[in-house]
Structures are given as structure tokens and as C-alpha cells.
């Protein structure tokens, strides 16, 4: 039973972040750049193996695996400012 709750918190947990990563990048680059679907699978035919982003028709789109790192920096950027918060307070 502990190991399907533990599956399904860590799918929970990758889906979190994959659609925080989506966001940041949609605002960081103010539209120009994309997440790629997650139903899809751009990223396996247009991307080379293994590869955070790729570019198609002029538009710089994120892999599932680039959204997936990038939402976890968000999340590492964000517990490092909470912990100065603290730490200065």
C-alpha cells in the first residue's frame, strides 16, 4: 500500500511541476516561447534524443523533461529565497 501512495504522490508531484515549468516559461518569455502538450509527442519527432527544447516553425518549444527542470529550479529558487526570508528576519 506505502508503495502505490508513494507512486502516486511522485505523479502528482511531476505533474506539479511540469505545469510550473510550462508557466514560467510562458511568462518569462512573454509568449514567444511554449511548453510542449503533454498528450503529444512533438518532443519525441521534432526533438533529438534526450533534449530540453527544440525549435519548430521559428518558436523555441520545451520538452516534457525541460518543463520537468525548469519547475523544479523554480521550486529550488524559491526555497532558497523563503530560507534567506527567514534567515534575515
Known sequence: ???????????????????????????ASFGRWRGEQLSSSEGRIHSPAGALSFKRDGQRVFTATGLFFIGGMFYALFALAALLFAALA
Open 1 to 27: 500500500m506505502g508503495e502505490a501512495i508513494a507512486a502516486l504522490l511522485g505523479a502528482v508531484l511531476e505533474v506539479a511541476m511540469i505545469f510550473t515549468g510550462k508557466a514560467v516559461v510562458s511568462a
